[in-house]
């Protein structure tokens, strides 16, 4: 298994640009989650996802927009990039919280994003 | 809202020996879990160990165990015989309704 897997890892781009982050879980989740990682601020919930074809806001959302088509796909949106959205993205999957035993999150490896 | 406060940003301990994180939370609700995640310089986010809030005893995985009390909201970790490869980022997180809230984060350093 290939747990959680993130597309791309680094990425640079110009203000104003738009592009899109993948996540992949092969684990059978119900639920995945994007965060982002700034310096001295933790993880922060940006959108996340109680399964296929549901969407929801987390703590950060302006800005990003997030597409559940597969349960086993995330995508995460930047429709015009700006320089505040440099981060690291980090993407996670879980069962439900409902299960006591399996609701540990997973997380992928991260990706960092430069906006110049 | 639930908040997690990580009040150590660094903590720095000798190998082999004892180290305690410190984590507070705020929250109305009774059930609920709690999670220790360690970040190395990989940025690889690692489950350390889980509490769950309705259980009494305190969780223990191998060298890393924690000190949960509900009461007080209080949720620390202790490494014991510290090893170069506990160097991280420790982050402490509440996870209820369907949301994971983290800390701030306590940088470990691990001096041999």
């Known amino acids: 298994n290939a747990g959680v897997t993130q597309t791309p890892k680094f990425r640079v781009l110009k203000t104003g640009q738009s592009m899109t982050l993948l996540c992949a879980q092969d684990m059978n989740h119900e639920y995945m989650y994007w965060y982002r990682q700034d310096p001295g601020m933790g993880l922060r919930l940006i959108h996340y996802?109680?399964?296929?074809?549901?969407?929801a806001k987390g703590e950060v959302p302006d800005g990003y927009n997030v597409s559940r088509l597969k349960k086993q796909n995330f995508l995460l949106g930047l429709e015009s990039a700006a320089p505040s959205q440099t981060s690291v993205y980090f993407c996670?999957?879980?069962?439900?919280?409902?299960?006591?035993?399996?609701?540990?999150?997973?997380f992928g490896p991260g990706t960092r994003l430069t906006v110049l | 809202a639930q908040t997690v406060t990580q009040s150590q940003p660094e903590m720095s301990v000798q190998e082999a020996e004892t180290v305690t994180l410190s984590c507070t939370y705020d929250?109305?609700?009774?059930?609920?879990?709690l999670f220790w995640y360690k970040q190395p310089p990989s940025r690889q986010m690692i489950l350390v160990i889980r509490?769950?809030?309705?259980?009494?005893q305190n969780a223990t995985e191998n060298r890393f165990s924690v000190n949960f009390q509900k009461a007080a909201k209080s949720f620390s970790l202790k490494i014991s015989d510290s090893q170069l490869g506990d160097a991280a980022m420790y982050f402490c997180?509440?996870?209820?309704?369907?949301?994971?809230?983290f800390g701030t984060g306590t940088r470990l350093q691990v001096f041999p």
């Open positions: 996802s109680v399964g296929e074809g549901t969407t």
């Open positions: 996670a999957s879980s069962y439900s919280i409902w299960d006591r035993v399996r609701n540990e999150q997973f």
């Open positions: 929250t109305s609700e009774s059930d609920y879990y």
């Open positions: 997180a509440y996870y209820n309704t369907d949301k994971l809230i």
């Open positions: 509490q769950e809030a309705y259980k009494q």
